[in-house]
Protein backbone atom coordinates (compact mmCIF):
# COMPACT_ATOMS: atom_id res chain seq x y z
CA UNK A 1 0.00 0.00 0.00
CA UNK A 2 1.42 3.65 -0.84
CA UNK A 3 0.73 6.10 1.63
CA UNK A 4 -0.09 10.20 0.91
CA UNK A 5 3.30 12.25 1.40
CA UNK A 6 1.45 13.68 4.43
CA UNK A 7 1.30 9.48 6.13
CA UNK A 8 4.13 9.26 6.10
CA UNK A 9 5.82 12.41 6.98
CA UNK A 10 3.42 12.01 10.40
CA UNK A 11 5.04 8.41 10.32
CA UNK A 12 8.66 10.20 10.36
CA UNK A 13 7.39 12.53 12.75
CA UNK A 14 6.70 9.39 15.35
CA UNK A 15 9.82 7.24 14.36
CA UNK A 16 12.56 10.48 14.77
CA UNK A 17 13.95 11.16 17.62
CA UNK A 18 12.43 15.11 18.23
CA UNK A 19 16.02 16.88 17.68
CA UNK A 20 16.70 15.06 14.68
CA UNK A 21 12.87 15.80 13.66
CA UNK A 22 13.65 19.57 14.04
CA UNK A 23 17.27 18.99 12.11
CA UNK A 24 15.64 18.17 8.89
CA UNK A 25 12.13 19.97 9.39
CA UNK A 26 13.27 23.63 10.23
CA UNK A 27 14.22 26.14 8.73
CA UNK A 28 16.75 29.64 9.43
CA UNK A 29 14.97 32.27 11.74
CA UNK A 30 11.43 32.76 11.84
CA UNK A 31 11.01 30.26 8.74
CA UNK A 32 9.30 32.40 6.49
CA UNK A 33 11.08 31.37 3.72
CA UNK A 34 10.53 27.71 4.52
CA UNK A 35 6.83 28.01 5.06
CA UNK A 36 6.59 30.43 1.73
CA UNK A 37 8.16 27.26 -0.31
CA UNK A 38 4.60 25.67 0.05
CA UNK A 39 2.28 28.92 0.10
CA UNK A 40 3.56 30.38 -2.95
CA UNK A 41 2.74 27.06 -4.81
CA UNK A 42 -0.51 27.50 -3.35
CA UNK A 43 -0.61 31.23 -4.60
CA UNK A 44 -0.90 29.62 -8.55
CA UNK A 45 -3.10 28.00 -9.89
CA UNK A 46 -3.33 25.76 -13.65
CA UNK A 47 -5.34 26.78 -16.53
CA UNK A 48 -5.49 23.63 -18.32
CA UNK A 49 -5.96 22.94 -22.03
CA UNK A 50 -8.60 20.14 -23.20
CA UNK A 51 -8.95 17.85 -26.24
CA UNK A 52 -5.26 17.59 -26.63
CA UNK A 53 -4.95 13.71 -27.58
CA UNK A 54 -3.07 13.25 -24.65
CA UNK A 55 -3.35 9.88 -23.74
CA UNK A 56 0.28 8.46 -24.04
CA UNK A 57 2.82 10.35 -21.87
CA UNK A 58 6.22 10.27 -21.87
CA UNK A 59 8.07 11.74 -18.57
CA UNK A 60 11.93 11.35 -20.04
CA UNK A 61 14.22 13.91 -19.65
CA UNK A 62 17.55 15.14 -20.40
CA UNK A 63 19.83 16.68 -18.07
CA UNK A 64 23.57 17.45 -17.73
CA UNK A 65 24.74 13.69 -17.33
CA UNK A 66 21.50 11.97 -17.06
CA UNK A 67 18.55 10.63 -19.03
CA UNK A 68 15.69 10.41 -16.50
CA UNK A 69 12.75 8.29 -16.67
CA UNK A 70 11.01 11.28 -14.72
CA UNK A 71 11.64 14.79 -14.44
CA UNK A 72 12.29 14.42 -10.59
CA UNK A 73 15.79 14.91 -8.61
CA UNK A 74 16.36 14.41 -5.45
CA UNK A 75 18.03 17.11 -4.09
CA UNK A 76 21.23 17.12 -1.65
CA UNK A 77 20.66 16.72 2.11
CA UNK A 78 23.03 15.74 4.91
CA UNK A 79 23.08 12.82 7.55
CA UNK A 80 20.72 10.59 5.98
CA UNK A 81 22.14 7.52 8.60
CA UNK A 82 20.61 10.50 11.64
CA UNK A 83 16.85 8.85 9.51
CA UNK A 84 17.08 5.45 8.99
CA UNK A 85 20.29 2.77 9.63
CA UNK A 86 20.41 2.23 5.60
CA UNK A 87 21.02 5.81 5.10
CA UNK A 88 21.73 7.34 1.63
CA UNK A 89 22.03 3.62 0.35
CA UNK A 90 18.94 2.95 1.20
CA UNK A 91 17.80 6.54 -1.00
CA UNK A 92 20.65 5.53 -3.95
CA UNK A 93 18.28 2.76 -4.48
CA UNK A 94 14.92 3.85 -3.93
CA UNK A 95 16.03 6.66 -6.60
CA UNK A 96 17.61 4.40 -9.14
CA UNK A 97 14.57 2.43 -8.99
CA UNK A 98 12.55 5.38 -9.48
CA UNK A 99 14.83 6.77 -12.56
CA UNK A 100 15.19 9.80 -10.53
CA UNK A 101 18.21 11.33 -10.57
CA UNK A 102 20.42 11.69 -7.03
CA UNK A 103 22.50 14.56 -6.05
CA UNK A 104 24.35 13.24 -3.45
CA UNK A 105 25.24 15.46 -0.26
CA UNK A 106 29.09 15.76 0.85
CA UNK A 107 27.44 15.93 4.17
CA UNK A 108 26.45 12.24 3.75
CA UNK A 109 26.82 10.04 6.19
CA UNK A 110 28.13 7.45 3.57
CA UNK A 111 30.81 7.74 1.39
CA UNK A 112 30.04 9.25 -2.42
CA UNK A 113 31.22 5.52 -3.87
CA UNK A 114 28.80 3.49 -1.50
CA UNK A 115 26.29 5.48 -2.88
CA UNK A 116 27.27 5.70 -6.17
CA UNK A 117 27.78 1.81 -6.46
CA UNK A 118 24.48 1.16 -4.50
CA UNK A 119 22.57 3.19 -7.04
CA UNK A 120 24.23 1.18 -10.18
CA UNK A 121 23.21 -2.35 -8.54
CA UNK A 122 19.76 -1.36 -8.71
CA UNK A 123 20.12 0.05 -12.63
CA UNK A 124 23.86 0.29 -14.43
CA UNK A 125 22.59 3.66 -15.89
CA UNK A 126 21.28 5.02 -12.76
CA UNK A 127 22.43 8.86 -12.40
CA UNK A 128 23.93 10.14 -9.34
CA UNK A 129 25.61 13.54 -9.36
CA UNK A 130 27.94 14.98 -6.39
CA UNK A 131 26.98 18.18 -4.54
CA UNK A 132 29.73 19.97 -2.64
CA UNK A 133 30.57 23.14 -1.03
CA UNK A 134 33.84 25.10 -2.09
CA UNK A 135 36.08 24.24 0.86
CA UNK A 136 38.72 27.14 2.02
CA UNK A 137 42.20 24.42 1.06
CA UNK A 138 41.66 23.89 -2.45
CA UNK A 139 43.35 20.45 -1.70
CA UNK A 140 40.02 19.47 -0.31
CA UNK A 141 38.11 20.59 -2.79
CA UNK A 142 40.22 18.73 -5.15
CA UNK A 143 40.18 15.77 -3.49
CA UNK A 144 36.17 15.77 -3.27
CA UNK A 145 36.42 16.15 -6.92
CA UNK A 146 38.48 13.48 -7.48
CA UNK A 147 36.55 11.19 -5.51
CA UNK A 148 32.95 12.10 -7.38
CA UNK A 149 34.85 11.36 -10.46
CA UNK A 150 36.02 7.74 -9.18
CA UNK A 151 32.86 6.76 -7.84
CA UNK A 152 31.42 7.47 -11.35
CA UNK A 153 29.38 10.29 -10.36
CA UNK A 154 28.11 11.99 -14.01
CA UNK A 155 28.34 15.94 -12.54
CA UNK A 156 28.89 17.91 -9.85
CA UNK A 157 26.72 20.08 -8.23
CA UNK A 158 28.56 23.62 -6.33
CA UNK A 159 25.92 25.14 -3.67
CA UNK A 160 26.87 28.51 -3.36
CA UNK A 161 23.88 30.23 -0.84
CA UNK A 162 25.31 29.08 1.75
CA UNK A 163 28.77 31.94 2.24
CA UNK A 164 27.91 31.05 5.78
CA UNK A 165 25.64 28.46 7.74
CA UNK A 166 22.18 29.26 8.33
CA UNK A 167 20.53 29.96 11.97
CA UNK A 168 18.48 26.96 12.28
CA UNK A 169 16.63 28.44 15.92
CA UNK A 170 15.48 24.50 16.31
CA UNK A 171 18.83 23.64 16.46
CA UNK A 172 20.35 26.09 18.61
CA UNK A 173 17.40 25.14 21.21
CA UNK A 174 17.73 21.68 21.45
CA UNK A 175 21.27 22.16 21.37
CA UNK A 176 21.89 19.92 17.74
CA UNK A 177 25.50 20.84 16.46
CA UNK A 178 27.51 17.28 15.59
CA UNK A 179 26.49 13.37 14.21
CA UNK A 180 25.82 11.47 17.22
CA UNK A 181 28.55 8.46 18.15
CA UNK A 182 28.73 5.91 15.62
CA UNK A 183 28.19 8.50 12.43
CA UNK A 184 30.42 10.25 10.41
CA UNK A 185 30.21 12.85 7.17
CA UNK A 186 31.85 9.65 5.25
CA UNK A 187 33.14 11.68 2.28
CA UNK A 188 35.18 14.16 5.02
CA UNK A 189 37.38 10.99 6.77
CA UNK A 190 39.66 10.13 3.77
CA UNK A 191 41.32 13.40 2.81
CA UNK A 192 44.58 14.64 3.08
CA UNK A 193 46.18 15.34 6.37
CA UNK A 194 43.30 13.44 7.85
CA UNK A 195 39.67 14.06 8.41
CA UNK A 196 37.95 17.03 7.85
CA UNK A 197 35.15 19.34 8.74
CA UNK A 198 32.90 20.66 6.11
CA UNK A 199 34.06 24.29 5.89
CA UNK A 200 32.13 27.22 4.46
CA UNK A 201 33.52 30.39 3.60
CA UNK A 202 32.01 34.08 2.42
CA UNK A 203 35.67 34.94 0.54
CA UNK A 204 34.88 32.88 -2.56
CA UNK A 205 33.69 34.58 -6.32
CA UNK A 206 33.28 33.55 -9.98
CA UNK A 207 37.03 33.64 -10.20
CA UNK A 208 37.46 29.95 -7.44
CA UNK A 209 34.40 28.85 -9.92
CA UNK A 210 36.56 28.95 -12.92
CA UNK A 211 39.32 27.38 -11.01
CA UNK A 212 37.05 24.56 -10.55
CA UNK A 213 35.68 24.37 -13.83
CA UNK A 214 39.44 23.75 -15.47
CA UNK A 215 39.56 20.88 -12.37
CA UNK A 216 36.98 18.30 -13.82
CA UNK A 217 35.44 17.48 -17.35
CA UNK A 218 32.34 16.78 -15.48
CA UNK A 219 28.93 18.83 -16.24
CA UNK A 220 28.84 21.56 -13.62
CA UNK A 221 25.81 23.03 -12.12
CA UNK A 222 25.39 25.99 -9.50
CA UNK A 223 22.69 25.21 -6.74
CA UNK A 224 21.14 28.02 -4.77
CA UNK A 225 20.32 30.85 -7.27
CA UNK A 226 17.91 33.32 -7.14
CA UNK A 227 18.77 36.50 -8.77
CA UNK A 228 18.52 36.74 -12.80
CA UNK A 229 21.64 38.20 -12.85
CA UNK A 230 23.65 35.32 -11.17
CA UNK A 231 21.76 33.13 -13.81
CA UNK A 232 23.35 34.87 -16.37
CA UNK A 233 26.65 34.79 -14.89
CA UNK A 234 26.60 31.26 -14.41
CA UNK A 235 25.60 30.93 -17.96
CA UNK A 236 28.37 33.43 -19.08
CA UNK A 237 31.04 30.76 -16.99
CA UNK A 238 30.00 27.80 -19.29
CA UNK A 239 28.03 25.92 -16.24
CA UNK A 240 25.98 23.41 -17.64
CA UNK A 241 22.92 24.07 -15.24
CA UNK A 242 21.26 25.84 -12.20
CA UNK A 243 18.91 24.81 -9.34
CA UNK A 244 17.03 28.01 -8.44
CA UNK A 245 16.56 27.12 -4.64
CA UNK A 246 16.39 28.86 -1.02
CA UNK A 247 17.95 25.90 0.26
CA UNK A 248 14.38 24.86 2.07
CA UNK A 249 14.61 27.88 3.69
CA UNK A 250 17.31 26.77 5.66
CA UNK A 251 19.68 29.93 5.03
CA UNK A 252 18.32 33.62 4.15
CA UNK A 253 15.26 33.49 5.78
CA UNK A 254 14.16 36.67 3.68
CA UNK A 255 14.47 34.76 0.47
CA UNK A 256 11.67 34.32 -1.88
CA UNK A 257 10.12 31.08 -2.59
CA UNK A 258 12.15 28.89 -5.28
CA UNK A 259 9.07 28.99 -7.33
CA UNK A 260 8.66 33.26 -7.09
CA UNK A 261 12.08 33.21 -8.24
CA UNK A 262 11.73 31.05 -11.01
CA UNK A 263 10.24 32.85 -13.99
CA UNK A 264 13.04 35.91 -14.12
CA UNK A 265 16.07 33.24 -13.80
CA UNK A 266 13.92 31.49 -17.07
CA UNK A 267 13.61 34.82 -18.80
CA UNK A 268 17.74 35.64 -18.66
CA UNK A 269 18.52 32.24 -19.52
CA UNK A 270 16.30 31.69 -22.09
CA UNK A 271 16.82 27.55 -22.76
CA UNK A 272 21.27 28.25 -22.96
CA UNK A 273 21.26 26.09 -20.40
CA UNK A 274 18.65 23.96 -18.06
CA UNK A 275 17.35 25.23 -14.87
CA UNK A 276 15.94 23.51 -11.99
CA UNK A 277 14.00 23.96 -9.19
CA UNK A 278 13.53 22.51 -5.43
CA UNK A 279 12.08 24.38 -2.75
CA UNK A 280 8.49 23.11 -1.11
CA UNK A 281 7.31 21.02 -3.81
CA UNK A 282 4.45 18.48 -2.36
CA UNK A 283 2.00 17.56 -5.28
CA UNK A 284 2.12 16.67 -8.47
CA UNK A 285 0.69 19.84 -9.49
CA UNK A 286 3.72 21.82 -7.84
CA UNK A 287 5.99 20.26 -10.23
CA UNK A 288 3.84 20.96 -13.44
CA UNK A 289 3.48 24.59 -12.01
CA UNK A 290 7.65 24.68 -12.09
CA UNK A 291 7.76 22.52 -15.23
CA UNK A 292 5.48 25.04 -16.82
CA UNK A 293 7.39 27.82 -15.44
CA UNK A 294 10.79 26.04 -17.25
CA UNK A 295 12.25 24.48 -14.83
CA UNK A 296 13.54 21.51 -16.75
CA UNK A 297 13.11 19.08 -13.29
CA UNK A 298 12.01 19.20 -9.72
CA UNK A 299 13.98 18.51 -6.63
CA UNK A 300 12.44 16.75 -3.50
CA UNK A 301 14.47 17.29 -0.55
CA UNK A 302 12.07 16.54 3.15
CA UNK A 303 9.72 14.68 1.42
CA UNK A 304 12.61 11.86 0.61
CA UNK A 305 13.86 12.25 4.15
CA UNK A 306 10.20 11.67 5.74
CA UNK A 307 10.07 8.39 2.86
CA UNK A 308 13.52 7.46 4.60
CA UNK A 309 12.48 8.16 8.34
CA UNK A 310 9.42 6.02 7.96
CA UNK A 311 10.12 3.02 5.86
CA UNK A 312 13.71 2.70 4.47
CA UNK A 313 14.48 2.28 0.83
CA UNK A 314 10.10 1.27 0.63
CA UNK A 315 9.67 4.82 1.88
CA UNK A 316 11.41 6.54 -0.37
CA UNK A 317 9.87 4.46 -3.31
CA UNK A 318 6.49 5.56 -2.03
CA UNK A 319 7.50 8.92 -2.03
CA UNK A 320 8.89 8.79 -5.68
CA UNK A 321 6.29 6.90 -7.05
CA UNK A 322 3.39 9.00 -5.46
CA UNK A 323 4.68 12.29 -6.86
CA UNK A 324 5.37 10.79 -10.34
CA UNK A 325 1.65 9.38 -10.91
CA UNK A 326 0.78 12.58 -9.57
CA UNK A 327 2.57 14.39 -12.02
CA UNK A 328 1.66 12.00 -14.96
CA UNK A 329 -2.06 12.30 -13.65
CA UNK A 330 -1.86 16.65 -13.19
CA UNK A 331 -0.34 16.22 -17.08
CA UNK A 332 -3.01 14.58 -18.54
CA UNK A 333 -5.39 16.92 -17.09
CA UNK A 334 -3.94 19.65 -18.32
CA UNK A 335 -3.64 18.64 -21.55
CA UNK A 336 0.16 17.49 -22.12
CA UNK A 337 1.97 14.02 -22.83
CA UNK A 338 5.59 15.41 -21.91
CA UNK A 339 7.22 17.74 -20.02
CA UNK A 340 8.68 19.94 -22.67
CA UNK A 341 4.82 21.05 -23.83
CA UNK A 342 3.85 22.45 -20.77
CA UNK A 343 3.59 26.24 -21.38
CA UNK A 344 3.93 29.03 -18.88
CA UNK A 345 0.30 30.63 -19.92
CA UNK A 346 -1.17 27.29 -18.35
CA UNK A 347 0.12 29.10 -14.61
CA UNK A 348 -1.75 31.91 -13.70
CA UNK A 349 -2.36 33.55 -9.78
CA UNK A 350 -5.04 32.32 -8.08
CA UNK A 351 -7.97 34.77 -7.38
CA UNK A 352 -7.43 36.48 -11.09
CA UNK A 353 -10.14 36.77 -13.21
CA UNK A 354 -8.71 34.46 -16.24
C1 LIG B 1 17.91 18.30 6.45
C2 LIG B 1 18.38 19.04 5.24
C3 LIG B 1 19.72 18.99 4.88
C4 LIG B 1 20.16 19.65 3.74
N1 LIG B 1 21.47 19.51 3.38
C5 LIG B 1 21.89 20.09 2.23
C6 LIG B 1 23.21 19.88 1.77
O1 LIG B 1 24.00 19.15 2.38
N2 LIG B 1 23.59 20.51 0.64
C7 LIG B 1 22.73 21.30 -0.09
O2 LIG B 1 23.12 21.86 -1.10
N3 LIG B 1 21.46 21.49 0.31
C8 LIG B 1 21.03 20.90 1.45
N4 LIG B 1 19.72 21.05 1.82
C9 LIG B 1 18.79 21.79 0.94
C10 LIG B 1 18.14 20.83 -0.08
O3 LIG B 1 19.06 20.42 -1.05
C11 LIG B 1 16.96 21.47 -0.83
O4 LIG B 1 17.37 22.68 -1.41
C12 LIG B 1 15.71 21.72 0.01
O5 LIG B 1 15.56 20.76 1.03
C13 LIG B 1 14.50 21.69 -0.92
O6 LIG B 1 13.36 22.00 -0.25
P1 LIG B 1 12.26 20.93 0.28
O7 LIG B 1 12.87 20.31 1.51
O8 LIG B 1 11.11 21.83 0.58
O9 LIG B 1 11.94 19.93 -0.80
C14 LIG B 1 19.25 20.40 2.96
C15 LIG B 1 17.91 20.45 3.32
C16 LIG B 1 17.46 19.77 4.44
C17 LIG B 1 16.00 19.82 4.78
O1 LIG C 1 22.76 22.48 4.15
C1 LIG C 1 22.01 22.22 5.06
O2 LIG C 1 20.85 22.65 5.08
C2 LIG C 1 22.44 21.38 6.12
O3 LIG C 1 21.63 21.11 6.94
C3 LIG C 1 23.83 20.88 6.27
C4 LIG C 1 24.16 20.22 7.45
C5 LIG C 1 25.45 19.78 7.63
C6 LIG C 1 26.42 19.97 6.69
C7 LIG C 1 26.09 20.61 5.52
C8 LIG C 1 24.81 21.06 5.32
Same mark, same amino acid.
Given at each position: ??????????????????????????? =????????????????? =????????????????????? =??????????????????????? !??????????????????????????????????????????????????????????????????? !??????????????????????????????????????????????????????????????????????????????????????????????????????????????????????????????????????? !????????? @???????? !?????????????????????????????????? @?????????????
Amino acid at each position: MIDSLAGLHERARQRLDPVHYDFFAGG =AGAEVALAENERAFGRL =ALRPRVLRGNDIRDLRTTLPG =ARAAVPIFVSPTAFHRLAHPDGE !LATARATAAAGAVLISSMAATVAIGEVAAAARAVDPAAAVWFQLYLQRDPAVTEHLVRHAEAAGCSA !LVITVDSPVFGHRERDQHNGFHDLPAGLTTANMQDLPGGPREIDMSAAFTWAHLARLRALTRLPLLLKGILHPADARLAVEAGLDGIIVSNHGGRQLDAAPAGIEALPPIVSTVDGEIPVLLDGGVRRGSDAVIA !LALGATAIG @LGRPVLWG !LAAAGESGVRQVLELIRAELDHVLTLCGASRPAE @LTPDLVVPRGCRC
